[in-house]
Every structure is written in structure tokens, then in C-alpha cells.
């Protein structure tokens, strides 16, 4: 992605643009955001998207109240972890759901009864409250567009290849958004008690600050014990359901928006933009061209390519400047030199290349257009995180990778204390996960010096 500058994009830059180009306005009087029409569209995309992944792997989608009874999440809040002072409460017996587990479970509850009833994969696509938010789309206090999937199953086994199945969704849904990611486990004793093993999936932002853009928990039978979520298997015996969950919300969207864009306009892939291709007829006013320009953009449109002709008489340098600030990832220029040799000009926004095509076959040139501007977005993007992920065997180099804002690749001990010490040496930051079990190294611990084949990521986290 061309830029004016090589300063990298801050969130307040970052947010203005989405302001200037009619995708959300953050003036809201509380920390949540206006979606407007332009990015409702971007949104409503990514949502027929998601709809047909989750259908993919099993899940069917539900719409689960907002409103949730106290005495159904206290069963979160007393017997398994406390976050009484992020709850909304709408009387001291309703709060507005800040996670789906207490609108969802006790209708698990009611629908498993018996081994016949599962595996159970639910999703919806709706807001999630939290108090105490800050710093815009990151976290606001209505998460207006939170994607959250449950699923029970009858045995340890079959939960434990779902959470396969799920990142697998996971990672196919963040490569559409070309976002690549560190996968990582979490510290064991960061996720008691709400499950037995956590994946996080986070993206390194252009300000030196990892996202974390989904969890994966490995819940198996702690919440369905606490909400009694019990069926009873062929043989007789009554059992607890074996339970997984995940989910990522706006923030992923709007974080592949920000890898791409710079300091003057915002970029959208293909996959999402509302306007794939915008159609500029040079000169307005000529009949033929916009003949021309009505036919390019009727064969665009049976190929169900989001086209656009613009016939503004304004000046071009404006026209093209209007696209450009939206993100709009292909412009077609039609002038008297492309009418005269039936021909179009394609340009790409990403990198400015332009490319003279005949008409003939254009709607395929086009996509193919949009697949390598997707596959180099990734690559570039993942060039990004492998560069800002630096091997560090000393702590003063960890303290001086995570100022300069990248990612520091550490052995370390896969222990509370370990982790802990070495946090309060570095003095910002955080182990943000350790690397899965299989491709690890033996080497000594950054800490205690013992050997250990577990490597930890250190970094900044939003």
C-alpha cells in the first residue's frame, strides 16, 4: 500500500478516517461507535460472509436475548469468575449480556436432554456490554458487532477436535481478511477458571500494539456444570455436556482496514468493499462514453462484481481523490483513447499499477485482479509480523524490542513465576502467549536459565 510518508497510521489518525469517510462516526456521547451507511455495508458483507462459513463447519445461527436474568449470571459470577463491576444492570434482576454464556446456557439447559441431542454448535452475531471501555472501536462499551459460537458435545474427545475445527474457522476467517496472525496458548494460570486451555489469535497494529482478535476456549465441562447443563447417555448414566466457545468482533474488520491504509486514505479488500470497482467516464458528457461505461458496468454487475460509474463534472483530480479516501480497490478509467480500441484502463489502489485490457473478458481480469490484491495484501502484512518478531536470548534486548514496538520471541519457562518475573524486569508489556506444542526448540529460560523447549511471545497488547 503506497503512502505519502512512512510514519505509521495511530488509532486517533486511524479513527478519522473512518470518520471522514462516512464508515463510523465515534462522537457518540459514550464509548461506542455509529456504524453509517458506508460501513453498515461493510459490515452486512462480512456478515453473509461469516453466515456461510459457520454453515461450513455445522453452526447454526441463533438471535439470543440482550437482556439476561442476574440469577443465571451468577452462576458466571459466583461460581466461576467475578466481573461484577463490567455488568450493565438494567434492575437488580436484569443486566444487558457482557458475554453470551448467560443468555445461551440455560437454553442449553432445556434442549439437551439425552445423548441424542448432540453435538448442539450455535452462533449469533449480535452486541455485547462491558463497562470501563476505552480507546474507541478497541474496546468499546457496546460491542455492537460481537460474533460468539457455543458448542456441547457428549465426550471430552469430540470437543477437543472441535477446538481443531474451530481455528481452522478461525484462521480461514482472518486470512479473507488478510490478517496474519501469532497463534498462541495462553498461560495456564491466566485462564482459571473459565477453561482448561486458551488459543489466542493476535495481529501486530502499525503502531508497535498486538490485537487480540479471538480466543478459543476449551471449556469442557466447567460452565456446564455451573449452569447444570446435564444429558443422559444410552447406557443411563447421567453426564455433563464436553463444551467449547470462541469469538472476535468488529475489532478484526477494522483492524485489516488499518494494516492497509495510510496516512491520507483507508484501504478495503475486495472481500468487503461496498464499491469493488469504480467506473470513471472521463469526460461526463459524451454519449458514447457513457454507453460504453453502462456497458462495462452491466457485464461487472452479471459477474456480481460491486461496480460504480461515476460521472461527476467535476474536476478528475477530485473524482479520483473521492474513491481513493473510501478504499475503493480497483478504478477503471474510460476515456476517448479506450472507446476508440475498446479497451479499459484498470489501476490498481493498492500499488498504482495500471494495466491497458481490452474489453473482451474484463469481469475475469478483474477478479483475478482482486485475488492478487488479496494474496499480496496477506503477504505483505505477514512480511510485516515476521520482520517485527525478533529472537531474544537477553532482556535487555526484549526491553528494547518492545519500545521500538515489535515482538520479542523468547525461551521461557511455561511458569507462573517465570513469566511474572520476567514482566516485572521488562516493566511494560506481557507474554502474550507461548507457541503451540509441536516445532519447539530446546534452549535455556531468558529467566531462570534452565533449559526448556517452551518460546513465549512478549509484546505490547492493546
Not at 322 to 341: A, F, Q, S, W
Not at 415 to 425: G, I, R, Y
Request: with cysteine.
Amino acid at each position: 500500500m503506497k503512502s505519502s510518508n512512512n510514519r505509521p497510521l495511530s488509532l486517533d489518525q486511524f479513527n478519522n478516517l473512518l470518520q471522514q469517510s462516512g464508515v463510523v462516526d465515534h462522537t457518540y456521547p459514550l464509548t461506542a461507535l455509529v456504524w453509517m451507511p458506508y460501513g453498515y455495508k461493510i459490515l452486512n458483507l462480512t456478515e453473509n460472509y461469516l453466515n456461510g462459513l459457520f454453515e461450513k463447519y455445522g453452526y447454526g445461527r441463533h438471535v439470543f436475548p440482550y437482556l439476561v436474568s442476574s440469577r443465571e449470571f451468577d452462576r458466571i459470577n459466583k461460581q466461576i469468575s467475578s466481573f461484577e463491576t463490567g455488568v450493565f444492570k438494567v434492575t437488580n434482576s436484569i443486566i444487558l449480556r457482557p458475554s453470551g454464556e448467560s443468555a445461551i446456557y440455560p437454553m442449553f439447559r432445556r434442549w439437551i436432554k439425552s445423548e441424542r441431542d448432540l453435538p448442539k454448535k450455535v452462533f449469533q452475531i449480535g452486541s455485547m456490554f462491558r463497562k470501563g471501555s476505552t480507546r474507541g472501536f478497541m474496546r468499546p462499551n457496546e460491542n455492537d458487532f460481537f460474533v460468539e459460537a457455543h458448542s456441547a458435545f457428549s465426550s471430552r474427545k469430540e470437543a477437543e477436535i472441535e477446538l481443531m475445527n474451530i481455528n481452522n474457522l478461525v484462521e480461514e476467517y482472518l486470512r479473507w481478511l488478510a490478517i496474519p496472525t501469532l497463534k498462541t496458548i495462553r498461560p495456564s494460570w491466566t485462564n482459571k477458571p473459565v477453561a482448561e486451555k486458551e488459543y489466542a489469535f493476535d495481529a501486530l497494529l502499525p503502531i508497535g500494539e498486538t490485537s487480540l482478535l479471538n480466543v478459543t476456549y476449551s471449556q469442557m465441562q466447567i460452565f456446564s456444570k455451573a449452569f447444570d447443563i446435564s444429558f443422559t447417555r444410552e447406557n443411563g448414566i447421567k453426564d455433563y455436556t464436553y463444551q467449547a466457545e470462541f469469538g472476535f468482533s468488529q475489532r478484526s474488520i477494522l483492524t485489516s482496514v488499518w494494516l492497509m491504509s495510510n496516512q491520507d486514505n483507508l484501504f478495503l479488500l475486495p472481500s468487503y468493499s461496498p464499491i469493488q470497482v469504480v467506473i470513471i467516464q472521463i469526460d461526463p458528457e459524451n454519449s458514447q462514453l457513457s454507453e460504453y461505461s453502462e456497458k462495462i458496468l452491466m457485464l461487472l454487475k452479471s459477474k456480481n462484481i460491486r461496480a460504480f460509474v461515476d460521472k461527476e463534472k467535476r474536476q478528475l483530480y477530485k473524482r479520483f481523490s473521492k474513491y481513493e479516501k473510501i478504499g475503493v480497490p480497483i478504478r477503471l478509467e474510460i476515456g476517448e483513447n479506450e472507446l476508440k480500441y475498446s479497451t479499459i484502463k484498470l489501476v490498481r489502489k493498492d500499488n498504482g499499477n495500471k494495466l491497458n485490457h481490452p474489453f473482451d473478458n474484463i469481469d475475469q481480469t478483474v477478479n483475478q485482479t482482486f485475488e492478487k490484491i488479496i494474496s499480496d495484501a496477506y503477504a505483505n502484512n505477514e512480511k510485516k509480523l515476521i520482520d517485527n518478531t525478533i529472537i531474544c536470548d537477553k532482556k535487555e534486548k526484549v526491553r528494547e524490542t518492545i519500545k521500538y514496538g515489535k515482538i520479542a520471541k523468547v525461551q521461557l519457562c511455561n511458569c507462573e513465576d517465570c513469566t511474572k518475573k520476567l514482566q516485572k524486569e521488562i516493566g511494560l508489556g506481557e507474554v502474550i502467549g507461548f507457541k503451540d506444542e509441536d516445532d519447539k526448540i530446546e534452549g535455556p529460560c531468558i529467566n531462570c536459565h534452565k533449559s526448556t523447549s517452551n518460546v513465549a511471545f512478549y509484546a505490547r497488547r492493546v
